[in-house]
């Protein structure tokens, strides 16, 4: 059964050791509030990277990273004492608090620029250009895990508002142009996008087959 979240950060993680091997890595994170009831095998979003736990204490618990992951993702640019934003799956019953989110990273992006507007922090970033046209304005998407709502959108970047909260609680607020972050875009608009290939894919077919029976090819 795949894991969601909804992008609402629980707390920020410290990392406290990390063992590399030739393409992937084990991180041991400290934390408090996810452990309160933290099993084996459990999945706990890291910067918006779904992993799952390997072992844990009353202070800390440990994830792999896969080669897959430390290539798509921000994770390879952790070191001891990084901060992380952390986050446990819904739970059946949980109030969904943000946006579905799935821990599945589609892109590294890069903050481009960062504005303060009377409280908020304005933050414009670049993305590829497959994945913008996942993002609309005023739609969801998913920044270091951390659930936000799209400004605006330009041929290369987008730009996100970040309210004193959300900047508190989390590690965006932290990060200035030049820094890298995951970026997850809405499933929904995935799913949209995807139908809407499939239906005009079939749309060409029949009018392809009506224009060759119209002019007597078929």
């Known amino acids: 059964m795949k894991k969601i979240f909804t992008g609402i950060i629980e707390e920020i993680g410290i990392l406290k050791r990390i063992n590399r091997a030739s393409r992937s890595f084990q991180i041991e994170i400290e934390a408090s509030k996810v452990l309160e009831d933290v099993k084996l095998g459990d999945s706990i979003a890291i910067n918006g990277v779904c992993l799952t736990v390997t072992s844990f204490n009353a202070t800390s618990f440990t994830a792999d990273v896969m080669p897959e992951t430390v290539d798509h993702t921000n994770l390879k640019h952790l070191y001891p004492g990084s901060q992380v934003n952390l986050e446990r799956a ?117 009018l392809s087959a009506g224009f060759l029976a119209e002019n007597g090819f078929i």
């Open 90 to 206: 819904l739970r059946i019953g949980d109030r969904l608090g943000g946006h579905l989110v799935q821990g599945h990273v589609d892109a590294v992006g890069t903050i481009l620029q960062k504005q303060k507007l009377d409280i908020a922090i304005i933050y414009r970033i670049q993305a590829p250009v497959d994945l913008l046209q996942y993002i609309v304005p005023k739609g969801s998407i998913a920044i270091d895990g951390i659930s936000l709502t799209v400004v605006d959108v330009f041929p290369d970047s987008f730009t996100i508002s970040l309210i004193p909260h959300t900047a508190h609680l989390t590690i965006l607020g932290k990060k200035s142009p030049g820094d890298s972050v995951n970026l997850e875009s809405d499933i929904i608009g995935r799913y949209v996008k995807r139908l809407m290939t499939v239906k005009e894919s079939e749309k060409q077919k029949e």
